[in-house]
């Protein structure tokens, strides 16, 4: 019998593990089991398998550990009066009932999906298959014995394959009757539409309660800080066009007249019966609990890693603020996180009509709960709002602190506010970080590698200039996520801090930022920045209830100083930016979009190669050294590559197992540069 057939038989039994474990982690229903890649071994831990099904979470309502969720007191219960949930689970683990890990590695999972295959384990593909070779990549976290855990905890997460749901438990009066509430949503338009959806990007959104109440306000402004105003309730329904016809939907809304380009549109509504969201982070707390303590746990281990981007490492962010690392047992959950383009950031991830999805940047998602003071892990005092606090200062003990790598890009401190994590509330000031923390900026980063060669239609001036950054930085990751599980197992410290600092002066104001005279290219006039927002007099109970908020005296922003060339002078310095051939900004204007042509781009930033000669230099008037002036020949180019990768390696940013392939793409732009252009 197959490897696959034998394991295809969980698909007919659906077996449980485990009744009624600790009223967290209840049960797991195995819906497949399957190992991968026929059966080949890695390491010393043998054939690897991919499970997956489903787990059943409940909580004691009445333990001080859940009391932070809000509205548990509110939520519906079972017989036994716990709050249940429901989430999709998917593990992978050495084959065997009887093989272990010494770590876990628990991907907080971005919107539903998975991002470990492409991150850590370089994966050309999505597409997850227990056959699936490019799925699983080179192998990184199966060859150092991780056992990966997905678990949904998103709530508003859409129907799609392979995407990780979490069914969350619902919030009413004690009479049984709907809780109802103000919800926002804003739409950034770039090309005149007649439908909008009221979830963020693809997420399902909140319901409207009532169709005709006052309450629903759609308003429209020019820009950021622009004044709103009013769109005629005549011009707009709660509808959506579908085949020609418009029908009524409570999660749309429809202008026939359409919702014109550069305007920003902004609805506030009331919805009902909300989910109680921060029984997400209940979840990803409960499930390395359970694999840790728990004596029959499906897939034991000893330790345990929660990996979060973007969206999911400024929940990662959030466990921390409200102390999720510890059970309902009091005892430590994770012992590392890893906090990858968070920037200053937590989120709506508990919290009444929360929507997880929202984040913010400079030009969309406008005004969330989302850059909120403390940003850093040392307490500060905030005369403004007379308030003292830190990202940890409300655990319950300090020995369930775990340690931290907070890793941002260039973008981040541009987009995301990230300069906030280790600057004091004036700004004036470096904040070190904790004995347990590390704080890396991967310089001259956007906030993912985009592809390349870069696309023709990014080409933003008759110079090259092309939107999307290429800086290959994900093998920062890899590296920093082995530093991590050895720090965290007591093998090895890891590299000390790498990020941008006031006493080194390469920590700057906009005003201060020496961008060479590019080109074609602007220096940007703008960054993303915190406010000290007010969201009515209940938000310290979670509940909402001024929409939008009223918005106070900002944050100061601050970022990486830049060199001759335009890259960032501070942080981890790739070979991008040791031996370079262009100019990588993490920040792109929105030079050629309708509305506001002065703010920045989301996400992205722009890649500039440097002129090949000095005359062509001359001729373009380009102020940056010529690649001829820097590099004898494309042999003398790649030499310093390799000499630059090696010190990476040395420092411990670069696995040595990816050196060839950052070299392989230090040469993959020297051929470009000098193919096309």
């Known amino acids: ?10 698909l007919l039994v659906s077996f449980f593990f485990g009744i009624q474990l600790y009223a967290k982690v209840d049960s797991i229903r195995v819906t497949a089991r399957e190992i991968v890649m026929d059966g080949e071994s890695y390491g010393e831990y043998g054939p690897w398998e991919l499970i997956k099904g489903k787990v059943y979470f409940s909580w004691d309502p009445s333990n001080q550990m859940n009391q932070r969720i809000v509205d548990i007191g509110l939520a519906e219960r079972n017989q036994e009066g716990l709050v249940t949930a429901v989430s999709d689970l998917v593990v992978l683990k050495p084959a065997g009932e009887s093989k272990t890990s010494e770590l876990a590695l628990v991907e907080v999972s971005n919107r539903g999906g998975k991002f470990t295959p492409s991150y850590f384990n370089r994966a050309t593909s999505g597409r997850m298959s227990p056959d699936n ?22 709530f508003d997460v859409p129907e799609k394959e392979d995407n990780l749901a979490f069914d969350a438990p619902k919030a009413y009066h004690p009479d ?28 399902i959104g909140y319901p409207v309660y009532d169709f005709q109440s006052d309450d629903n306000l759609l308003t429209v402004r020019d820009g950021r800080e622009a004044p709103r105003d009013t769109v005629p309730r005549s011009e707009w329904r709660f509808a959506r066009q579908e085949d020609g016809e418009v029908v009524k939907d409570s999660l749309y809304i429809y202008m026939e007249k359409g919702f014109q380009e550069g305007k920003i549109y902004e609805l506030v509504y009331q919805s009902h019966d909300p989910p109680v969201v921060g029984t997400g982070m209940a979840a990803i707390r409960d499930i390395i609990s359970y694999a840790k303590y728990d004596e029959n746990a499906l897939f034991p281990v000893d330790k345990g890693i929660a990996a979060g981007v973007s969206q999911t490492g400024r929940f990662l962010r959030h466990l921390l603020y409200q102390d999720f ?13 890893m906090i990858m383009t968070a920037g200053a950031g937590r989120g709506s991830f508990n919290h009444r009509f929360a929507q997880p999805s929202r984040d913010a940047h400079r030009y969309s998602a406008f005004f969330y709960p989302t850059d909120l003071y403390p940003f850093t892990s040392r307490m500060q005092f905030d005369s403004l709002q007379w308030r003292t606090d830190g990202l940890m200062a409300h655990f319950m003990t ?22 906030l994590i280790h600057t004091s509330v004036d700004g004036e000031e470096d904040i ?13 980063g956007q906030h993912f590698v985009d592809g390349f060669p870069p696309q023709e239609e990014r080409k933003l001036a008759e110079t090259p200039v092309y939107r999307g950054n290429p800086l290959a930085f994900k093998v920062n990751y890899r590296a920093l996520l082995v530093r991590l599980s050895e720090w965290v197992t007591d093998k090895a410290s890891p590299p000390e801090s790498e990020y941008p600092k006031k006493e080194s002066g390469n920590l700057v104001r906009i005003d201060k930022y020496r961008l060479p005279e590019i080109p074609g290219l602007a220096k940007p006039s703008n960054i993303h920045k915190a406010y000290r927002a007010d969201y009515g007099p209940r938000w310290s109970e979670g509940i909402v209830d001024i929409q ?29 930016g040791q031996v370079p051939v262009a100019t990588y900004t993490p920040w792109s204007s929105r030079k050629d979009f309708k509305g506001s042509p002065e703010e920045l781009v989301d996400f992205r930033g722009n890649f500039i190669p440097l002129p090949k000669t000095a005359k062509g230099r001359n001729q373009d008037n380009d102020p940056r050294p010529a690649i001829e002036e820097l590099y004898d020949s494309k042999g003398d180019y ?30 993959e732009y020297w051929n470009w540069i000098y193919n096309e252009l």
Request: glycine residues 8%; hydrophobic residues 35%.
């Open 1 to 10: 019998m197959t490897h696959k057939k034998l394991f295809t038989l969980c």
């Open 133 to 154: 070779p490019e799925w699983f990549g080179n192998g990184l976290t199966l060859r150092k014995g991780m056992t990966v855990i997905w678990v949904g905890w998103q």
């Open 176 to 203: 049984g009757s709907s809780i109802t509430g103000l919800v926002r949503s804003d739409w950034v338009v770039d090309e005149t539409v007649k439908t909008l959806k009221l979830g963020h990007r693809d997420q």
């Open 325 to 337: 690392n510890t059970d309902e047992n009091f005892r430590q959950a994770y012992d590392g996180l």
């Open 398 to 419: 300090d020995k369930h602190i775990p340690k931290v790598f907070y890793i941002n890009t260039g973008y981040e401190y541009w987009g995301r506010a990230a300069s």
């Open 432 to 444: 070190n970080p904790l004995p347990n923390e590390r704080i890396y900026h991967i310089g001259s």
């Open 548 to 576: 939008p908020p009223l918005l106070g005296e900002t944050y100061i922003s601050q970022v990486s100083q830049v060199d001759e060339f335009g890259n960032e002078v501070a942080g981890i310095q790739n070979v991008e």
């Open 638 to 667: 790649l030499k310093k590559v390799q000499k630059a990768a090696d010190q990476l390696v040395e420092q411990g940013f670069l696995l040595k197992e990816d050196k060839d392939y950052v070299i392989n793409r230090a040469e």
